[in-house]
């Protein structure tokens, strides 16, 4: 298949969310060696989620399907430019490429505005419209020492 018939897809996926009030108008696919593995909506209104994004929920359900927690030599297509969620989810699933249709200024003029969270990380904590402050009872860092020192552990 062709990179267009993916991204073709995801457009697909994303109008028929629409048509059917399931969601936002946001779909991506997962594609590995030319199949699609995953694929995902938005349903953040359906399911009352707010991390159900269109790639967030691609990612999970291609990562079921391989078996996985990372997305080697897998390739997103997505309808539209991801938000800082989206970016932070795909980095951490690693594929080697993401490749989507509109942008993000096309998503602001359409009330999907994510500008403000990208000026909220660039303040300092105490700026920040949501507070954001450490708290470190005693013994507040035992799961990372205990994590240092197991010695069969799957890192990632």
Known sequence: MKEGHFMEKAIELALNNVLTKHGGPFGAVVVKDG???????????STNDPTAHAEVQAIRDACRNLNNFQLT???????CEPCPMCIGAIYWARPKAVYYACTKQDAAKIGFDDQ?????????????????????????????????????????
Do not use: H
């Open 35 to 45: 199949k699609i593995i995953g694929i995902g909506r938005n349903e953040v209104t």
């Open 73 to 79: 030599d897998c390739e997103i297509y997505t309808s």
């Open 116 to 156: 403000f969270i990208y000026e909220q990380l660039s303040l300092p904590e105490e700026q920040r419209k949501i507070p954001m402050k450490k708290l470190f009872p005693p013994d507040g860092d035992i799961p990372f020492r205990t994590w240092e020192n197991v010695k069969d552990k799957t890192e990632y």
